[in-house]
């Protein structure tokens, strides 16, 4: 067996997750799953989540893009008190339509609050304020972990 093709074996071996990463967070009473984003600058809410949640959005005229997409009008502005296991804390929220994702947490949540990543330890750290702490975050596909929720 020639080094490259062990290298292979024992990469897929030593890291298992993989896809996209989530995590269960508390909004006004509600769980949500929330996917971890870092190539999103901005904190999303999906429209229909702010019935469900039975919130009052601020209005807000803006509009986003995404890649490869048009202009979409954004719906309102959230400010809120979010958990996500012992971490509480302030998040901002744009809402706009999102098909098939309840939330989206990027940059504007990772660096303030001092998360970092580690898809290898399957978890995130949230570093800022009094109750930091560590939280298992789960991939997509991930059925095993999913039915724990």
């Known amino acids: 067996m020639s ?19 989530w995590v269960v967070m508390e909004i006004n009473g509600e769980l949500l799953t929330v996917l971890l984003d870092t190539s ?7 429209k229909a989540m702010v019935y469900r949640l039975g919130i009052q959005p601020q209005p807000y005229s803006s509009r986003i893009q995404s890649v490869n997409c048009e202009h979409i009008p954004l719906v309102g502005l959230l400010d809120s008190c979010i958990q996500i296991s012992r971490w ?3 998040c901002t929220l744009l809402i706009l339509p999102l098909d098939n994702i309840e ?3 990027g940059m504007n949540f990772f660096v303030p609050n001092k998360v970092t990543l580690t898809p290898y330890l399957g978890g995130m750290l949230i ?7 560590y939280v298992q975050v789960g991939f997509y596909g991930d059925k095993k972990w999913h039915d724990q929720f």
């Open 40 to 46: 999103s600058s901005r904190n999303l809410l999906a």
């Open 127 to 133: 570093g800022a304020g009094t109750n930091q702490c």
């Open 3 to 21: 080094k490259i093709t062990f290298m292979s074996v024992y990469t897929h071996s030593r890291y298992p997750n993989s896809g996209l990463m």
């Open 88 to 90: 509480s804390g302030a």
């Open 103 to 105: 939330c989206i947490l």
